[in-house]
């Protein structure tokens, strides 16, 4: 792979702001009631963009185990290597390829990675030198290398630029109080909290406006059939009961995240035009007390990768048509804190999950830990730009061809992260 994007030695302020568990509230857009005919599929794949909100620390995800400094640098931090007879089996770091491995609590991952339907991209992120959590979420989001651009979102720009012939509310989706950055745009985008927010309900004022709109939508215009059409996938709707669902695989977990994940899971067995779900997992911002094997960190590494899991698991039959992006605003600094944490660094760390994925493998030009390879005040290098992987994903299984559009003044390079493109 060739050297992606900011590589400068310029030192910048570490910064030590605490993130919030979401962005600030923003107005969602006001969603149009007009969907795609039911049992259509989307031009591409369904896209699930996971957030890790508050800066996660890479390197605590996907340990470099290989690498020498790292063990000097996190005396108090570092993971047991998977060689180490001193510690039990199940508290050493997984080894992935000699070098790289998942931190215990990812161990539910391992059979997507050993499928070969997991990537992991490490040292990437954006060019955003700033370490803060505001400015840096809203250049990735924006799809951006700096804060001056377009005020829209990169999947935003991506909805408005490949027509699909579909103005459904349920077209682009977050779970969540808002609609996030990215998906600002000319297509409406809808936030939800449940999708029993679509359901008309049995009161008798809701079977009344069922009977009118089957009256209003009788004919056989164009109007009509749209009508039909919607009164289908209200109908359809009406039968996901979020509560009741159960995993075809492995159990979501009983928490927001998990619960986000079905949510989205269900929408795309349904067939009713999902084509985005965005879903953040908060609460990354480790200064303190961050954990080696148990504590803040691991939990939410818990959370993210048992939610991850019961995903992949139940959707095995849909997977090919399906890519889940994992993405942080920015990595942590190399070496531990004397509060027991990590501040604010550079380089993280991405994940790839899906049927086409090329995985089984991390992708990556390693910079390396050593104290000449760290950048400003002691930071793992940015070698890949988060750009080359959002890009790839947008070209190749997304089916839109008009990266410029989504990634303006950027020429995103091709990692080799998927197998084939989808075909029309």
Same mark, same amino acid.
């Given at each position: 792979m060739?050297?992606?994007?900011?590589?400068?030695?310029d030192?910048?302020?570490?910064?030590?702001?605490?993130?919030?568990?979401?962005?600030? @509230?923003?107005?969602?857009?006001?969603?149009?009631?007009?969907?795609?005919?039911?049992?259509?599929?989307p031009?591409?794949?369904?896209l699930?963009?996971?957030?890790?909100r508050?800066?996660?620390?890479?390197?605590?995800?996907?340990v470099?185990?290989?690498? /020498? /400094?790292y063990?000097?640098?996190?005396?108090?931090?570092?993971?047991?290597r998977?060689?180490?007879?001193?510690?039990?089996? $199940?508290?050493?770091?997984?080894?992935?390829?000699?070098? =790289?491995?998942?931190?215990?609590? !990812?161990?539910?991952?391992?059979?997507?990675?050993?499928?070969?339907?997991?990537?992991?991209?490490?040292?990437?992120?954006?060019?955003?030198?700033? #370490?803060?959590?505001?400015?840096a979420?809203?250049?990735?989001? #924006?799809?951006?290398?700096?804060?001056?651009? @377009?005020?829209t979102?990169? *999947?935003?720009?991506?909805?408005?630029?490949? &027509?699909?012939?579909?103005?459904?509310?349920?077209r682009?989706?977050? !779970?969540?109080?808002?609609?996030?950055?990215?998906l600002?745009?000319?297509?409406?985008?809808?936030? !939800?909290?449940? %999708?029993t /927010?679509?359901h008309?309900?049995?009161? +008798?004022?809701?079977?009344?406006?069922?009977?009118?709109?089957?009256?209003?939508y009788?004919?056989?215009d %164009?109007?009509?059939? #749209?009508?039909?059409?919607t009164?289908? *996938?209200?109908?359809?709707? /009406?039968?996901?009961?979020?509560?009741?669902?159960?995993?075809?695989g492995?159990?979501?977990? &009983?928490?927001?995240?998990?619960?986000?994940?079905?949510? *989205?899971?269900m929408?795309? +067995?349904?067939?009713v035009?999902?084509? %985005?779900?965005?879903?953040?997992?908060g609460?990354?911002?480790?200064h303190?007390?961050?954990?080696?094997? $148990?504590g803040?960190?691991? +939990?939410l590494?818990?959370?993210?990768?048992?939610?991850?899991?019961? =995903?992949?698991? $139940?959707?095995?039959?849909?997977l090919?048509?399906?890519?889940?992006?994992?993405?942080?605003? =920015?990595?942590?600094?190399?070496?531990?804190?004397?509060?027991?944490?990590? $501040?604010?660094?550079?380089?993280g760390?991405?994940?790839?999950?899906?049927?086409?994925?090329?995985g089984? #493998?991390?992708?990556?030009?390693?910079?390396?830990?050593?104290?000449?390879? !760290?950048?400003?005040?002691?930071?793992?290098?940015?070698?890949?730009?988060?750009?080359?992987?959002?890009g790839? *994903?947008?070209?190749?299984?997304?089916?839109? @061809?008009k990266?410029?559009?989504?990634?303006?003044?950027y020429?995103?390079r091709?990692?080799?992260? =998927?197998?084939?493109?989808?075909?029309?």
């Amino acid at each position: 792979m060739r050297m992606a994007g900011w590589n400068s030695r310029d030192s910048g302020a570490a910064g030590a702001e605490t993130a919030p568990h979401a962005p600030p @509230p923003r107005r969602a857009h006001l969603a149009q009631l007009s969907f795609v005919p039911a049992g259509s599929s989307p031009a591409g794949d369904t896209l699930v963009v996971v957030f890790l909100r508050g800066a996660a620390d890479g390197l605590h995800m996907v340990v470099p185990h290989g690498e /020498e /400094e790292y063990h000097r640098l996190r005396p108090s931090l570092r993971l047991p290597r998977p060689d180490d007879l001193r510690a039990p089996k $199940d508290r050493r770091v997984i080894d992935l390829d000699g070098f =790289f491995g998942f931190h215990p609590s !990812l161990r539910p991952l391992l059979p997507a990675w050993e499928a070969g339907q997991l990537a992991c991209v490490q040292a990437c992120g954006a060019p955003d030198e700033s #370490r803060s959590h505001f400015k840096a979420m809203e250049v990735m989001e #924006r799809g951006t290398s700096q804060e001056s651009g @377009p005020t829209t979102g990169w *999947i935003g720009r991506h909805l408005a630029s490949l &027509d699909t012939s579909s103005s459904s509310p349920l077209r682009a989706i977050s !779970l969540g109080n808002s609609v996030p950055r990215s998906l600002y745009g000319s297509v409406p985008a809808t936030s !939800l909290q449940s %999708i029993t /927010e679509y359901h008309l309900g049995t009161s +008798k004022t809701a079977q009344l406006l069922a009977s009118a709109l089957s009256v209003l939508y009788g004919s056989e215009d %164009i109007l009509s059939t #749209r009508g039909q059409e919607t009164l289908q *996938i209200l109908n359809t709707l /009406e039968k996901l009961d979020p509560a009741a669902y159960r995993s075809t695989g492995t159990a979501y977990p &009983d928490n927001d995240f998990g619960r986000g994940l079905a949510q *989205i899971a269900m929408l795309i +067995k349904a067939e009713v035009g999902l084509e %985005i779900g965005a879903i953040d997992l908060g609460g990354w911002d480790t200064h303190f007390a961050q954990g080696v094997l $148990d504590g803040q960190m691991p +939990k939410l590494m818990e959370e993210l990768s048992f939610g991850l899991a019961a =995903f992949h698991s $139940d959707l095995a039959d849909q997977l090919g048509r399906v890519c889940l992006v994992v993405m942080t605003e =920015f990595g942590r600094r190399a070496y531990e804190n004397a509060s027991l944490g990590t $501040d604010h660094g550079h380089g993280g760390m991405m994940l790839v999950l899906g049927g086409a994925v090329n995985g089984g #493998r991390v992708y990556t030009d390693w910079p390396g830990l050593e104290e000449e390879n !760290l950048v400003g005040p002691g930071d793992l290098a940015m070698t890949t730009d988060y750009r080359d992987v959002l890009g790839e *994903i947008v070209a190749k299984r997304l089916n839109n @061809p008009k990266q410029e559009e989504v990634f303006p003044g950027y020429e995103p390079r091709e990692l080799g992260l =998927f197998q084939e493109q989808v075909s029309d």
